[in-house]
């Protein structure tokens, strides 16, 4: 089976919020969601610094989103061999996010990539959550989950959405036998980096209580 994508540009793509649903109609929070009931020490730091250099962290946590959000569609579209439609961009968004999509295609060469599922929007009717993993299929023939991300760094709650990723997919019948993060700066001093994980049985149990305690918010709501 191979994912169909559906051509949008890159902005209306921000503007879709995927809706999440059982079989009989109830929403379920998405990974992205149910993670929220973390803090996140890394984006504490990096918002206090935006304000010791002057900078409105909101403005700039937009802009990066923007690249990044358009660095993700333009490796869909090239996985699924569309046309990018990048006309609501600025020429300097559209050179950077290029930038990042070449680093892409460099690491794309060493390996064999066989796509199965490429943002495909899952459900799992027993944990009650849904997901959208970016890449899986099988890689150097081996099935693998792949996650894209343009951030400063690698973080442990990406693990933990990773793990979630995981259990929807072998809840769908897919084996996954491992999970690669491929960090792909923005800037070109941001670099390149890797990181493979076979085992994501303690992040699993990380998500799991993170679930438990979004389920319990929402309850004294």
């Not at 540009?9 to 990974?31: C, D, F």
């Not at 918002?47 to 946590?61: E, N, T």
């Not at 400063?152 to 933990?160: L, V």
Request: proline fraction near 3%; include cysteine; hydrophobic fraction near 35%.
């Amino acid at each position: 089976m191979t994912a169909q994508a559906v051509k949008i540009t890159a902005k209306e793509k921000v503007k879709i919020h995927t809706q999440y649903k059982l079989t009989n109609g109830q929403r379920v929070p998405s990974t992205t969601t149910v993670l929220n009931v973390l803090a996140k020490p890394a984006l504490i730091q990096w918002a206090w610094q935006c304000g010791i250099d002057g900078k409105d962290w909101k403005a700039v946590r937009d802009s990066a989103g923007d690249i990044g959000t358009l660095v993700h569609y333009l490796i869909m579209c090239h996985l699924t061999k569309q046309e990018p439609d990048t006309s609501e961009y600025s020429a300097q968004d559209i050179d950077q996010a290029e930038s990042c999509l070449i680093r892409f295609w460099d690491w794309e060469k060493g390996h064999n990539l066989k796509g199965t599922l490429i943002e495909t929007p899952l459900v799992s009717e027993v944990f009650q959550f849904g997901g959208t993993p970016d890449w899986y299929g099988l890689l150097d023939d081996i099935p693998t989950l792949l996650d894209f991300k343009t951030s400063k760094g690698i973080y442990a709650e990406f693990f933990y959405q990773l793990a979630g990723y995981r259990t929807l997919l072998e809840g769908k019948g897919y084996e996954v036998q491992q999970a690669r993060i491929l960090r792909i700066g923005k800037e070109d001093n941001d670099g390149f980096e890797e990181r493979t994980i076979n085992n994501l049985d303690v992040q699993w149990q990380v998500f799991q209580h993170c679930l438990a305690i979004y389920q319990l918010q929402k309850e004294m709501k």
